[in-house]
């Protein structure tokens, strides 16, 4: 079991519907990270919140909405999304400060009909 | 570009034997290195950090770090059929804490 909580584990949406994928880490860490990774290719970053502010975006398309309500909590909110978004969704945390390693939660499995 | 570069196999080595896994980055001011495992169909599992140039050993594991060759290097010893995955090389190129990512080695430990 990971330290870094996902849900929902599996996720099957149409183009048209508005979810919403969620990550908890109870382990103090103050950043945290949405990662989309397709198969047999490494992570690839989305966000970086850090002290719940967002810091990083790399370029992702607007149908993906991140939001930190806590120091806990970080949440990917999903609308109108291609089947090219289908993906595993990995959520992760670390240590704000520099060099730390990062934590990855399981992961959800986003499907895209 | 900043880029971490790992050969993406297979590597296929017998049960008991020592598997090498390598990785070179391109930012010679790298500080942190980071091993991950990944079963197919999970998530990244942490195995080793590393900071310093030298070896570093946990358990059947040992990462190796020469900045001056920019190579990050994993052994694992003994290994066994449950070693079987894709190992991804880390690096923290910035001093912050943004990972750039290898494209992983997927390792079989045959029986």
């Known amino acids: 079991d990971t330290e870094v909580t996902q849900t929902p584990k599996h996720l099957v949406m149409g183009m048209t519907n508005k979810k919403s994928l969620k990550c908890e880490q109870h382990?103090?860490?103050?950043?945290m990270y949405w990662y989309k990774q397709k198969a047999k290719k490494p992570p690839e970053l989305m966000f970086v919140?850090?002290?719940?502010?967002?810091?990083i975006n790399e370029s992702v398309p607007s149908r993906f909405s991140p939001e930190c309500p806590n120091s806990s909590l970080l949440n990917l909110h999903l609308h109108a999304l291609q089947p090219e978004d289908s993906a595993l969704y990995l959520c992760?945390?670390?240590?704000?400060?520099?060099?730390?390693?990062?934590?990855f939660g399981d992961g959800t499995r986003l499907s895209i009909l | 570009q900043k880029e971490v570069e790992q050969n993406s196999g297979p590597l296929s080595v017998p049960e008991g034997a020592i598997a090498s896994l390598n990785c070179t980055y391109s930012?010679?001011?790298?500080?942190?290195f980071f091993w991950y495992r990944q079963y197919s169909g999970k998530s990244p599992e942490l195995i080793m950090s590393?900071?310093?140039?030298g070896d570093k050993e946990d358990g059947r594991f040992t990462a190796q770090l020469n900045k001056a060759s920019q190579y990050v290097s994993l052994l694992i010893r003994d290994s066994q059929p449950s070693d079987s995955a894709t190992y991804l090389c880390?690096?923290?190129?910035?001093?912050?804490?943004?990972?750039?990512f290898g494209g992983g080695t997927r390792l079989m430990v045959k029986p």
């Open positions: 992760a945390s670390s240590q704000a400060k520099g060099n730390q390693p990062q934590h």
């Open positions: 382990m103090g860490h103050r950043a």
């Open positions: 919140y850090s002290y719940e502010k967002l810091s």
């Open positions: 930012d010679r001011g790298s500080q942190s």
């Open positions: 590393i900071y310093s140039n």
């Open positions: 880390a690096v923290n190129m910035d001093a912050g804490n943004m990972l750039t």
